[in-house]
């Protein structure tokens, strides 16, 4: 496979007083599609510059294929990056925009357009290969950024938030076909995207990032269903969050006493001990919401309450069930489903349940 | 789209541009006229013309001594445009890059506000034989007597491209600002080293500031004559040191006047090169566009 491991090692960067990574270590494979993923500001730009060559860090440590590559100026390194505003160059035709990096070295004229034009269909744009970047649409530009950050075949390739200036529908389709070109070309992206949705959909791994740390790195599965902090969960996608004690452990799982609400069961403690303090996260499609009297398992998590809110999305309802304690839970049902919940309003008296494994420990202090 | 509506919507288009066809009427085209025609007329003896045509102005200028005017007209404008663009664009680069633009802006302007001669004889002061330079490099006992540092073609050229420097960085610094330096991380993302970044990427995207830059120093440049005076000699005189002596000292009107038609044909030659090169520029890039349809 072509491609090029990263690792990146104990990379911390400061602007000034304010420091924009705190220590940062990943370690990406041969051939990934790998995102950096977190909210705005969080460092995802920066610490892609520092792999790029635009920004030193302060200090750490970036090897690609196991070598240093610090002391090496952005034009030494291979690997190429989409800029976030394409960088086009406004003077030269898309033909020449991709040819860019061919002539800047000695490659035969047949050689060189043939290049030109076979990375132009992988884009398909070869009919557009004689007009200049402003006779582009958006997501053509894009996919001109893309064909000249491949034409030199890098072994990474650097992807800042190359969709955010799409539209949502024409975004959709070019992240499809990004994902294709990564499985064409096999080399190694990282791709820096603050929308959860783009970063679940391609990834084979995800770093979820927060002010200069990276919190959590794991697959789309992993990241989305077992978040490994309050942060992680909350931002990927909608999450309930309940506050408790573990209180016991025993038979098939822990009882955490989550204060007023009563007690939920996890079946995964992750190391904590009785007598801990614990945040849990579960997800709200993960939720099965009942009519009041259709009797809960016993294996299950359930409580009761009544709707407070109820809103039709589309392919799914979302409903706000307050439950006695006063804590809000969110329910996703997709419709289809069994048909259970069908029909359900404001004010109605339900039963909110769901499976103790499907709850999870995100934080802990021990107590 | 219907007819009467469209008939309707007057264009006012000649009427806004009518102030502007008056002044360049009145402050441009008659003057040039006059210029062009005084310049086929005889010469009266005590200045002026007389109502006669005559192309004696034109065929005197066929000199061995007009010709070496002409000669350093040409050198010494290109060289001192040359060096000014040179070091402007550096200078401008740094400006728009900079966070105190318009601190940097307004040191570059300063040197304006003090008159053109002012300005040429604070440099005689530095460059005299008694001047700033000569007295330190003696009182160091560097050099024993005083070093000619006027009267040179260096001496003049360096005070054009002081003159210059502003005019040319004006224009750069407004179309560099302008550019997304953005560019240049890309160029060097895909194999450019800084200097080729510089010169394939941000040199083509300004090349409009470049063409006024060296416009706005050559054209005014091929008429100077005031720092030949002061600073150069008899041998460095220009053109317009030419005209201004057959206005002022041989009262032969209609050979200034032929001096200065030659002038602007020398200004205009330059004009056509450079708007033939982008004529050439457009050309190549639509055969090239024909081309790829056809393949
Ligand atoms: N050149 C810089 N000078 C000062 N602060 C900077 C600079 N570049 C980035 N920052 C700061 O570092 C933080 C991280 O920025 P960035 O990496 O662009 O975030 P992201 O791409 O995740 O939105 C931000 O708070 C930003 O303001
Ligand atoms: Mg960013």
Same mark, same amino acid.
């Given at each position: 496979?072509?491609?090029?491991?990263?690792?990146?090692?104990?990379?911390?960067?400061?602007?000034?007083?304010?420091?924009?990574? &705190?220590?940062? +270590? /990943? @370690?990406?494979?041969?051939?990934?599609?790998?995102? !950096?993923?977190?909210?705005? *500001?969080?460092?995802?730009?920066?610490?892609?510059?520092?792999?790029?060559?635009?920004?030193?860090?302060?200090?750490?440590?970036?090897?690609?294929?196991?070598?240093?590559?610090?002391?090496?100026?952005?034009?030494?390194?291979?690997?190429?990056?989409?800029?976030?505003?394409?960088?086009?160059?406004?003077?030269?035709?898309?033909?020449?925009?991709?040819?860019?990096?061919?002539?800047?070295?000695?490659? &035969?004229?047949? +050689? /060189? @357009?043939?290049?030109?034009?076979?990375?132009?269909? !992988?884009?398909?744009?070869? *009919?557009?290969?004689?007009?200049?970047?402003?006779?582009?649409?958006?997501?053509?530009?894009?996919?001109?950024?893309?064909?000249?950050?491949?034409?030199?075949?890098?072994?990474?390739?650097?992807?800042?938030?190359?969709?955010?200036?799409?539209?949502?529908?024409?975004?959709?389709?070019?992240?499809?076909?990004?994902?294709?070109?990564?499985?064409?070309?096999?080399?190694?992206?990282?791709?820096?995207?603050?929308?959860? +949705?783009?970063?679940?959909?391609?990834?084979?791994?995800?770093?979820?990032?927060?002010?200069?740390?990276?919190?959590?790195?794991?697959?789309?599965?992993?990241?989305?269903?077992?978040?490994?902090?309050?942060?992680?969960?909350?931002?990927?996608?909608?999450?309930?969050?309940?506050?408790?004690?573990?209180?016991?452990?025993?038979?098939?799982?822990?009882?955490?006493?989550?204060?007023?609400?009563?007690?939920?069961?996890?079946?995964?403690?992750?190391?904590?001990?009785?007598?801990?303090?614990?945040?849990?996260?579960?997800?709200?499609?993960?939720?099965?919401?009942?009519?009041?009297?259709?009797?809960?398992?016993?294996?299950?998590?359930?409580?009761?309450?009544?709707?407070?809110?109820?809103?039709?999305?589309?392919?799914?309802?979302?409903?706000?069930?307050?439950?006695?304690?006063?804590?809000?839970?969110?329910?996703?049902?997709?419709?289809?489903?069994?048909?259970?919940?069908?029909?359900?309003?404001?004010?109605?008296?339900?039963?909110?349940?769901?499976?103790?494994?499907?709850?999870?420990?995100?934080?802990?202090?021990?107590? | 789209?219907?007819?009467?509506?469209?008939?309707?919507?007057?264009?006012?288009?000649?009427?806004?541009?009518?102030?502007?066809?008056?002044?360049?009427?009145?402050?441009?085209?008659?003057?040039?006229?006059?210029?062009?025609?005084?310049?086929?007329?005889?010469?009266?003896?005590?200045?002026?013309?007389?109502?006669?045509?005559?192309?004696?102005?034109?065929?005197?200028?066929?000199?061995?001594?007009?010709?070496?005017?002409?000669?350093?007209?040409?050198?010494?404008?290109?060289?001192?445009?040359?060096?000014?663009?040179?070091?402007?664009?550096?200078?401008?680069?740094?400006?728009?890059?900079?966070?105190?633009?318009?601190?940097?802006?307004?040191?570059?302007?300063?040197?304006?506000?003090?008159?053109?001669?002012?300005?040429?004889?604070?440099?005689?002061?530095?460059?005299?034989?008694?001047?700033?330079?000569?007295?330190?490099?003696?009182?160091?006992?560097?050099?024993?007597?005083?070093?000619?540092?006027?009267?040179?073609?260096?001496?003049?050229?360096?005070?054009?491209?002081?003159?210059?420097?502003?005019?040319?960085?004006?224009?750069?610094?407004?179309?560099?600002?302008?550019?997304?330096?953005?560019?240049?991380?890309?160029?060097?993302?895909?194999?450019?080293?800084?200097?080729?970044?510089?010169?394939?990427?941000?040199?083509?995207?300004?090349?409009?500031?470049?063409?006024?830059?060296?416009?706005?120093?050559?054209?005014?440049?091929?008429?100077?004559?005031?720092?030949?005076?002061?600073?150069?000699?008899?041998?460095?005189?220009?053109?317009?040191?030419?005209?201004?002596?057959?206005?002022?000292?041989?009262?032969?009107?209609?050979?200034?006047?032929?001096?200065?038609?030659?002038?602007?044909?020398?200004?205009?030659?330059?004009?056509?090169?450079?708007?033939?090169?982008?004529?050439?520029?457009?050309?190549?890039?639509?055969?090239?566009?024909?081309?790829?349809?056809?393949?």
């Amino acid at each position: 496979m072509k491609g090029a491991t990263i690792g990146i090692s104990g990379i911390t960067k400061s602007f000034g007083d304010f420091q924009a990574l &705190k220590g940062v +270590s /990943l @370690d990406i494979r041969k051939g990934e599609f790998f995102s !950096l993923l977190g909210p705005s *500001g969080c460092g995802k730009t920066t610490l892609l510059r520092i792999i790029g060559g635009f920004e030193e860090p302060s200090s750490g440590r970036v090897e690609i294929d196991g070598e240093d590559i610090l002391p090496l100026p952005p034009n030494m390194r291979h690997a190429n990056t989409v800029f976030q505003n394409y960088a086009l160059f406004p003077h030269l035709t898309v033909y020449e925009n991709v040819a860019f990096p061919l002539r800047l070295k000695s490659i &035969k004229r047949k +050689s /060189l @357009d043939e290049l030109v034009m076979y990375y132009l269909r !992988l884009v398909e744009l070869d *009919g557009h290969a004689a007009k200049r970047p402003s006779m582009l649409s958006g997501g053509q530009k894009q996919r001109v950024a893309i064909a000249r950050a491949l034409i030199n075949e890098p072994s990474v390739l650097l992807l800042d938030e190359p969709l955010s200036a799409l539209d949502a529908k024409l975004r959709h389709h070019m992240l499809m076909e990004l994902d294709q070109i990564h499985d064409k070309v096999g080399i190694t992206f990282v791709y820096v995207t603050h929308d959860q +949705s783009e970063a679940l959909s391609v990834s084979d791994r995800i770093a979820v990032m927060d002010r200069g740390n990276v919190l959590q790195v794991g697959t789309p599965r992993e990241i989305y269903e077992s978040p490994s902090t309050t942060f992680v969960a909350q931002f990927i996608g909608e999450t309930n969050i309940i506050d408790g004690t573990i209180e016991s452990s025993g038979g098939r799982w822990f009882v955490v006493d989550a204060g007023g609400m009563g007690r939920v069961k996890v079946t995964d403690p992750r190391g904590y001990r009785v007598g801990d303090r614990v945040t849990l996260t579960v997800r709200p499609e993960k939720l099965r919401i009942t009519p009041l009297g259709m009797a809960a398992t016993e294996d299950s998590n359930s409580f009761v309450g009544t709707v407070d809110e109820s809103v039709y999305s589309g392919f799914l309802s979302k409903y706000y069930v307050r439950l006695e304690s006063g804590a809000v839970m969110r329910v996703f049902r997709q419709h289809g489903d069994q048909g259970e919940g069908e029909g359900l309003g404001w004010d109605d008296r339900v039963c909110v349940s769901w499976n103790p494994r499907d709850t999870f420990i995100v934080e802990g202090a021990r107590g | 789209m219907s007819g009467p509506k469209r008939r309707r919507k007057r264009n006012y288009g000649t009427i806004y541009t009518l102030p502007l066809v008056v002044w360049f009427t009145l402050f441009f085209l008659v003057p040039l006229l006059i210029i062009v025609l005084f310049s086929f007329l005889a010469a009266d003896i005590d200045g002026g013309v007389l109502p006669r045509f005559s192309i004696a102005a034109f065929t005197g200028l066929a000199k061995p001594r007009i010709l070496k005017l002409f000669v350093n007209t040409i050198w010494v404008s290109l060289a001192s445009t040359a060096i000014t663009i040179l070091m402007a664009l550096p200078c401008a680069y740094f400006m728009a890059r900079s966070k105190n633009k318009t601190m940097l802006l307004i040191l570059v302007i300063i040197p304006f506000w003090t008159n053109f001669i002012i300005r040429i004889f604070a440099w005689k002061s530095i460059l005299e034989a008694n001047g700033v330079i000569n007295s330190v490099l003696m009182g160091i006992g560097l050099v024993a007597s005083p070093l000619q540092l006027e009267h040179n073609w260096a001496a003049v050229i360096l005070i054009n491209v002081y003159t210059y420097l502003t005019y040319a960085i004006l224009p750069l610094f407004s179309t560099i600002e302008k550019f997304d330096f953005t560019l240049l991380e890309a160029a060097q993302d895909l194999g450019a080293t800084k200097m080729q970044a510089i010169t394939k990427v941000l040199l083509p995207n300004v090349r409009s500031g470049i063409v006024t830059a060296v416009f706005f120093t050559f054209i005014p440049l091929l008429g100077s004559f005031v720092v030949q005076q002061l600073i150069g000699t008899k041998d460095m005189y220009m053109l317009g040191n030419e005209i201004n002596d057959n206005i002022y000292k041989y009262f032969d009107w209609p050979t200034a006047y032929a001096l200065a038609v030659a002038l602007m044909m020398l200004a205009n030659v330059g004009l056509v090169f450079v708007m033939m090169s982008e004529r050439k520029q457009a050309r190549t890039l639509g055969a090239r566009r024909v081309d790829e349809a056809a393949a």
